[in-house]
């Protein structure tokens, strides 16, 4: 059973930073990719961010400039940067590991930026 634990959420102002965190019970080659996504209310989840084991990194548009994942060298916890905040970032952010077939996912960690 793999295990991802979240934290570094919080509440912060607009054009504030927040970093988070994604502790993995196993290493990142163990998985195609480790990403974030984030899920706002009444909103489908989306990917933020990913990186794979060979550090290839893939953003979506709203993000990028301004986000940054990372991994460190142990490869078990990945991170995400998050600078100039907007309150359209408010969500629900979730860390994921994807295997063939299987996903994995982390409980969540709240994020609010207030305008």
């Known amino acids: 059973q793999v295990q991802l634990v979240e934290s570094g959420g919080g509440l912060v102002q607009a054009g504030g930073s927040l970093r988070l965190s994604c502790a993995a019970s196993?290493?990142?080659?163990?998985?195609?990719?480790m990403g974030w996504y984030r899920q706002a209310p009444g909103k489908q989840r989306d990917l933020v961010a990913s990186?794979?084991?060979?550090?290839?990194?893939t953003y979506a548009g709203s993000v990028k400039g301004r986000f940054t994942i990372s991994r460190d060298n142990a490869g078990n916890t990945v991170y995400l940067e998050m600078n100039g905040l907007k309150p359209e970032d408010t969500a629900v952010y979730y860390c994921?590991?994807?295997?063939?077939?299987?996903?994995?996912w982390g409980q969540g960690t709240q994020v609010t930026v207030s305008s």
């Open positions: 994921h590991a994807g295997r063939p077939m299987i996903d994995y």
């Open positions: 196993r290493s990142i080659f163990s998985f195609n990719a």
């Open positions: 990186i794979t084991p060979s550090g290839t990194t």
